[in-house]
């Protein structure tokens, strides 16, 4: 069974920071893009960041220049590293592994969720 666990979520105060894991489990072959999803309330579920395995990344506008997202291949572990956080980047962020391949194919994966909430 595969599975994506996000952890470092919490509460931190603005200009704060923090770094979210996502750590993507069992029989793995390899994983083509790990992306890093947020979805306030009340609103749509947006892309954050990305990366491939070969180390491209990309950002969404609000995030560019604050957000730094990394991978270990090896450990099959994506990290999203949050600086100068905001009151508006309060929400649930949520791992994605896109074109994940396994014993069971080639698929998308997600965490479950994990809340980050900045306070003014």
């Known amino acids: 069974q595969v599975q994506l666990v996000e952890s470092g979520g919490g509460l931190v105060q603005a200009g704060g920071s923090l770094r979210l894991s996502c750590a993507a489990s069992g029989p793995i072959f390899s994983i083509n893009v790990m992306n890093w999803y947020r979805q306030a309330p009340g609103k749509q579920r947006e892309l954050v960041a990305g990366?491939?395995?070969?180390?491209?990344?990309n950002y969404a506008d609000s995030v560019k220049g604050r957000f730094t997202i990394s991978r270990d291949n090896g450990k099959n572990t994506a990290y999203l590293q949050m600086n100068s956080l905001k009151p508006e980047d309060t929400a649930v962020y949520y791992c994605?592994?896109?074109?994940?391949?396994?014993?069971?194919?080639?698929?998308?994966?997600w965490g479950q969720g994990t809340q980050v909430t900045v306070s003014s």
């Open positions: 994605n592994a896109d074109n994940l391949h396994s014993p069971f194919g080639r698929r998308a994966y």
């Open positions: 990366i491939t395995s070969g180390g491209s990344t």
